[in-house]
């Protein structure tokens, strides 16, 4: 059972792991640097948990003690009770669904094990936003993905906004980090896997066509901004498109995610 | 020709369309009493212009005069012209792509004028957050949505969030308020539009199989927490589901309409 501490000043160094959650450029120095990441929101928490992440601690008002108290039953770390107002000088913000828990890093799987009897792959090669990362996976997990793979640039997917976008299916998806960006794809498909790449490159082809009938596939996303560095672009099996309306040439990328997802699932 | 006038007071009332752009409530006060609304980058404001909506007036740094010279040229609203730091200081956030316009509203137009030629209609009945307002249009203008239909409390897509996710999209397809709630559904039954709510209800069937061969549809999405209303859910022709993986019961509402309107635009 976890151990109940009540706080009653924002400053108690204990709540180290919970401050000043808005400001990004703080926060990914200090979660690198202790291998902790934060989950906020009892159903959040309770999947990171489920998922096989150990906590660290947790933060909460009283009132959702109660919530969550098959989750701290079955943990024995310590875990901070303090009021809505305390929380938020600590964490700079108010916390919708009062609970947050810091939990441990774990290292990167092997390729292997992430693999291992995946017939659909998401591969986001450099994605920039916390948002669309958690988006992707969330859509992922929904349509049919079984394993996500990140490019070395990818923004992370436990930190605070792309798990809560997500709502948890950061632990529930198998993913790492691909070993060697030059040559990821040709790897993938040296493993038996079409590899297609979403783009706008003169040679691309419907989408639902260059997936139709494959056995394995890992399907390639790029950034935001540019999509997909060349060397990805040039070494994908397949260059695919999304049809649009005339006079368009893109979407979000999470809602390109979302449907290429549902295309691929059914193919 | 706009008339460029350098502001070096940020005080100056001139800029008050331009006020505190991050406080929401402020926002939809003033906007709606003043019947204006803002476009933030140069495309978005090419875009609004491009769109038909009259310029009340500019707000740009001086290095995106040239940049949207085309649109200063076709315009005689007032263009004022000052520093980034400035601008900072009375919109209360850093702008990026540097430039603003504030523009008339307009009457929302009748239903008869959005549906003319209409056969891919999407409604969407209370959506909450600007972001995803904006997305589905942005989403439904690349997929090959006609007309956009909102219930009475849907989040505004003119609100400078929505309007930016949107990429201009809210400027292309036409759109207006139902003009009454309780039988939205039915008026568009009764004009040859299968209404079709995606929803989870018992009854639902696959979307592919609901829109399978219909020639005029109205693809219907509620709400982020709750979907959609019983009367909507009830009063639609059909109900239907976008298939998920086991165990998982939704889809963020962004990434739901960018799969639906994908499906139903292959009807």
Same mark, same amino acid.
């Given at each position: 059972m976890a151990r109940l501490i009540e706080v009653d000043d924002p400053t108690d160094p204990r709540l180290a792991d919970y401050r000043d959650l808005r400001d990004v450029q703080l926060r990914r120095a200090l979660e690198t640097e202790h291998g902790l990441f934060l989950a906020e929101g009892e159903k959040v928490v309770r999947r990171a948990v489920e998922g096989g992440f150990t906590p660290r601690s947790f933060l909460m008002a009283p009132r959702w003690l109660d919530g969550l108290a098959? +989750?701290? %039953?079955? %943990?024995?770390?310590?875990?901070? +009770?303090? %009021?809505?107002?305390?929380a938020e000088q600590v964490t700079g913000f108010h916390v919708h669904r009062g609970a947050l828990a810091s939990l441990h890093r774990q290292p990167d799987p092997p390729l292997d094990a992430v693999l291992d009897g995946a017939r659909f792959v998401l591969v986001l090669e450099d994605l920039v936003d916390h948002a669309n990362v958690g988006a992707a996976f969330r859509s992922g997990a929904a349509l049919g993905v079984d394993a996500v793979l990140l490019g070395p640039r990818c923004a992370d997917p436990l930190y605070r906004r792309a798990v809560k976008v997500s709502m948890g299916a950061v632990f529930a998806l198998p993913w790492t980090r691909v070993p060697d960006w030059y040559d990821a794809l040709p790897t993938l498909s040296a493993r038996g896997f079409t590899t297609v790449a979403l783009t706008l490159a003169p040679d691309a082809v419907p989408l639902e066509e260059a997936v139709a009938g494959r056995d394995r596939v890992a399907l390639v996303l790029g950034s935001e901004g540019h999509g997909l560095t060349t060397r990805w672009e040039e070494s994908a099996d397949h260059r695919a498109i999304i049809p649009m309306a005339a006079g368009i040439d893109s979407l979000n990328v999470a809602a390109a995610a979302a449907v290429a997802c549902y295309v691929t699932a059914r193919r």
């Open positions: 098959d +989750v701290l %039953s079955r %943990s024995d770390a310590p875990c901070y +009770v303090l %009021s809505e107002e305390l």
